[in-house]
């Protein structure tokens, strides 16, 4: 079923790789043409092999679309590689190609397309015995090489015609061609290239021919095994060669006859023991030893496939369009001649128990490749065992689902149970056994330190329901349905990992498209295809909501949510998850309010770090989410949640601050996460406007947490900022003046305290002081803020304070929004004509902060936010009464803003030149009496608003520079770009001294 794609975006990423011809034939015989000139000057040949290379990878995903073009090109770069009179260096540069060729298409193909005439034997020979085993620059004219003497050694002739007498170069006879294909063989066994794995593919070919096995197939075979044996398998050579030798092996095992072969199979299994392969520390031996052993069990095995296996029938369309009754007759046909097969005695070799044990340990390795080798070996060897010894591997291969195996032993068992479900070798009747464990290899997930292991036991759980969507008939599975459409959906939305969501969205996607009985199957793909899950965001609060509107996945994706997610251990997942459950809360408020919401309670104050902080995170958004739902059905929130779960929340915090879980490591977590509670605990409007006390220790809480004392930590003091306005709107609004005021004066004090923490924090919370707080006092709190932006003279507290003029000059804007504006207002509770000019000088004189600590340029930051409130303000006030903003204001703020677009800081000069430009493009509102207004918009189109990248000084000086004609503007530029001709960079300096055209 092909894959849909949900986005304008996907669709071209999907179209821009399916290609319908190899378009760049041409393109090829030219650069395989100019390789006779290019060869000899570095730089060119470097270009066409580039090009070249570019070419064919463009190909990886659609390589066939080369083979009509594939003999005319080989023949051509073969023509010029085996040329034994031209330039070596010419050749080397041929096979290069060749190599690249092969890549793109596969060396079995290639193979097939290469020449294979009798000459062809002694010319590669020839070429071969010239080449440097050593000369690591060569190694594809030795891999093409080996490669084309695989196909060449195959002709059809006794290799004992084709020896001649020629007497070679040192004056002796030549030896037999035999020999010769040998010796080339086993020399480049040894060799730490790719090479090696040419050698072994010629050989394996070589040393089956009739006439060669019965001559050379025991010498050889005792050859290798005499290396395993001799040979140091600790030492960097050793591996080498051992892994050569295997190599081999193998692939002689998969090309050879069994009755050629059984003779030496006994012997290789003993070698392969004596050495000890399988407990060596190199994943490469560990892996051929594995590839060795389970063809060593198909040798002694006969080649049959098991009658007992289950067959699902025949899927062609033919099959399809038969009517029931016409389909079940053909499935009693076919159960019939099983039935007969199945009297047939199987002859059990002794050394297949020993295989299966190798194999079965193989599962447990600490290395996938190893794994992966060993479930094909199972599922491979299991195929051809009677029923009864395969129901055996089958259960020890479950036996490996246990909590005492490794997260290794968790994925080996998971890849051999799909390498047998896709074989026909896991029978119905094993499905309650099988299925149980897959769910839970899909949730698989355990914390090792400060990270999880378990990402490649989820994916290989994922290839396991992939596998039943081809092996089973869906009546087999409907059984399982529900169950594995549920943990599959779960995995496609919520994993962390990226490759386990694609990977449970294609599994899921094959069911759909295979069996067809997945609820809601093809709803759900159009939504959740392997592209839109790319995003994690995106599917925990966007996909989940939209899946969770069909019943039969709510619950499972809710209870996945609070009771897996939400003690995760990464803090992002946690509070994904509490956002996830917001959204999710309108679609079972019942089920939120009853069962989760008691779930999470006790494990707010759990022992476990990441257990409390999800739980609080998760209650919190709950809490607010089922409160949103009651509201909007114009219910009380008591009328869904107990009023026992409004007492147990008072306690959370304090029990919090008695268990010290604000302190250290978990004071990082739980101080933002208590915030947070209490933020949408104040939004949610609990009933808690009658206890004093307890109000008063949430207030505490916040108050703490904005001066960040104990642990500083800028993301708590957000929190608590964040938390504030809401919490005094609810529970305070109807406070005394008295309260207001001594509030008031504790916060503008702590504006004085030395701590620069305190000092940025509560500056940071007079910005976010509500409107009934602020009302008749935004003077104080104005002229307040006003002096922390000023510089003190001295360096060391200028740079130490930074931080807290920075949030001086947000926490102004802010203000001003929260008051509102109105000309013939009072100072005391608007921005008004008395008090616009001093807002603007303020913001103007800290444009010219340029403070430097150890941290550098820390004034850019103060800058920065005060170019940004400058906007937020002016917007404001050109919006509700264009009056207020005097053109000196107004001349004043532009020639900043393009004198910090000047600056040498790619950041700032970003900042300044987006909100310049926008300020002169703005339209709703206007602004009136920019200076020069016309000829700025002629200099930047509206189109540089968005595509310009003031970060590259190559980009935005030119622009700018052009400017200095205009006489308001020139004095400021100027300043700006002579900070920038003295910059660190040379690309800075070159582009701020460009000429004003």
């Known amino acids: 079923m092909a894959t849909s794609v949900n986005n304008a975006g996907g669709d071209k990423v999907f179209q821009g790789q399916v290609r319908e011809e190899f378009s760049e034939v041409d393109e090829v015989h030219k650069l395989i043409d100019s390789l006779k000139d290019v060869y000899k000057d570095n730089i060119a040949t470097e270009l066409v092999v580039e090009r070249f290379t570019f070419i064919v990878d463009h190909y990886q995903e659609q390589p066939h679309l080369m083979d009509p073009h594939l003999q005319e090109m080989l023949t051509h770069l073969l023509k010029i590689a085996s040329d034994t009179q031209g330039d070596p260096e010419l050749s080397h540069l041929a096979f290069k190609l060749l190599y690249l060729l092969t890549k793109a298409r596969g060396y079995k193909v290639i193979v097939r397309f290469l020449p294979h005439e009798v000459p062809d034997l002694e010319l590669v020979l020839a070429i071969l015995a010239k080449q440097d085993v050593k000369d690591f620059k060569t190694w594809e004219t030795r891999y093409m090489l080996l490669l084309w003497l695989s196909i060449v050694c195959m002709i059809p002739f006794d290799m004992h015609r084709l020896d001649s007498n020629v007497v070679a170069e040192d004056g002796q006879k030549r030896a037999p061609i035999m020999l010769r294909i ?235 149970l799909a390498e047998l479900g896709r074989r026909g070798l896991l029978l119905p009747s094993r499905l309650p056994d099988v299925v149980p464990v897959v769910l839970k290899a899909l949730a698989y997930d355990e914390k090792r330190g400060a990270h999880s292991v378990g990402t490649h036991v989820r994916d290989a759980a994922c290839y396991v329901c992939w596998s039943f969507a081809r092996a089973y008939d869906p009546n087999d599975i409907q059984p399982y349905v529900n169950s594995i459409a549920s943990a599959l959906i779960v995995t496609a939305i919520f994993d962390r990992e990226v490759n386990c969501r694609y990977a449970a969205s294609a599994a899921f996607q094959e069911n759909v498209g295979r069996q067809g009985t997945f609820p809601h199957g093809i709803d759900i793909l159009s939504i959740a295809d392997y592209y839109a899950v790319g995003n994690r965001t995106n599917t925990y609060l966007s996909i989940s909501y939209t899946i969770a509107q069909f019943e039969e996945y709510t619950i499972p994706l809710i209870e996945h949510l609070y009771k897996v997610k939400s003690n995760h251990w990464d803090s992002n997942i946690r509070e994904l998850t509490g956002q996830a459950l917001h959204k999710l809360t309108p679609l079972a408020p019942e089920y939120m309010a009853k069962t989760v919401i008691p779930y999470l309670l006790p494990l707010t104050t759990s022992i476990d770090l990441n257990t409390r902080h999800g739980a609080v995170y998760a209650l919190a958004e709950v809490l607010h989410a089922v409160y949103e739902h009651t509201k909007a059905n114009s219910r009380k929130l008591v009328d869904l949640v107990d009023v026992s779960v409004f007492e147990s929340i008072k306690g959370i915090t304090k029990k919090m601050d008695a268990a010290m879980m604000f302190r250290g490591i978990s004071g990082e977590f739980m101080r933002p996460a208590a915030c947070f509670l209490i933020r949408k605990s104040s939004m949610s409007q609990l009933p808690f406007h009658d206890d004093s006390e307890f109000l008063k220790h949430w207030h505490e809480v916040l108050e703490d947490n904005i001066q960040c004392l104990q642990i500083w930590n800028r993301q708590i003091q957000v929190a608590a900022v964040s938390a504030l306005p809401h919490f005094l709107n609810e529970y305070f609004k109807t406070a005394k003046q008295e309260f207001i005021d001594t509030l008031l004066d504790r916060y503008i004090s702590e504006l004085s305290n030395v701590s620069q923490f305190a000092k940025e924090g509560f500056a940071m919370a007079l910005g976010a002081l509500p409107h009934f707080i602020v009302d008749g006092h935004f003077q104080q709190i104005l002229l307040a803020l006003i002096k922390t932006t000023k510089l003190s003279g001295k360096q060391q507290d200028d ?138 918009m002629e200099v930047f189109p509206k189109s540089d608003v968005n595509e310009l990248n003031w970060a590259a000084p190559s980009d935005a000086f030119p622009k700018v520079t052009r400017l200095l004609n205009l006489p308001k503007y020139r004095y400021s530029i100027i300043l700006g770009l002579t900070v920038s001709v003295g910059g660190l960079t040379e690309s800075l300096s070159f582009s701020s001294n460009v000429k004003n055209d």
């Open 182 to 416: 040998l010796d080339a063989g086993k020399l480049y066994l040894d060799v730490s290239d790719k090479s090696r794995d040419a050698a072994a593919y010629m050989l394996s070919k070589f040393v089956t021919r009739p006439d060669v096995r019965k001559e050379q197939l025991p010498v050889f075979i005792d050859w290798c095994l005499t290396i395993l044996t001799k040979t140091d398998s600790r030492s960097i050579p050793g591996m080498t060669a051992i892994s050569g030798i295997l190599s081999s092996l193998a692939l002689l095992l998969k090309h050879g006859k069994r009755d050629d072969l059984i003779p030496f199979a006994p012997a290789i299994l003993e070698r392969l023991n004596s050495c000890k392969l399988f407990e060596s520390f190199n994943n490469a031996i560990r892996k051929m030893a594995m590839k060795v052993v389970q063809r060593l069990g198909l040798t002694f095995m006969k080649a049959k496939v098991a009658s007992w296996r289950y067959a699902r029938g025949s899927r062609s369309l033919l099959h399809n369009l038969q009517t029931p009754s016409e389909q079940a007759s053909s499935i009693v046909a076919s159960s019939k001649d099983i039935k007969v097969e199945e009297e047939e005695d199987y002859d059990i070799p002794e050394e297949i128990e020993e295989i299966i044990e190798h194999l079965l340990s193989g599962l447990k390795d600490f290395n996938t490749a190893v794994r992966w080798s060993a479930a094909k070996g199972i599922g491979r060897l299991t195929g051809r065992l009677p029923q009864e010894l395969a129901d055996e591997v089958v259960e020890s291969v479950l036996q490996l689902f246990t909590l005492r195996e490794s997260d290794g032993a968790w994925q080996g068992g998971c890849l051999s």
């Open 799 to 936: 740079g130490k304070y930074a931080d807290s003029r920075i949030e001086a000059l947000a926490s102004i804007a802010r203000l001003c929004s929260t008051v509102g504006v109105n000309p013939s207002g009072s100072t005391a509770n608007s921005v008004c004509l008395e008090n616009v000019d001093l807002i603007y000088n303020t913001f103007l004189e800290a444009m010219k902060d340029y403070t430097t600590d150890n941290r550098g340029d820390i004034g850019a930051l103060v800058r920065e936010s005060s170019m940004n409130s400058l906007e937020k303000v002016t917007c404001q006030i050109v919006r509700s009464h264009p009056a207020m903003f005097s053109p000196p204001n107004c001349e004043k703020m532009m020639c900043c803003l393009v004198q910090q677009s000047c600056e040498k800081i790619d950041r700032i000069r970003k900042v300044a030149g987006q909100i310049f430009l926008r300020l002169v493009y703005s339209e709703e509102p206007s602004i009136p009496d920019i200076p020069h207004h016309q000829e700025i």
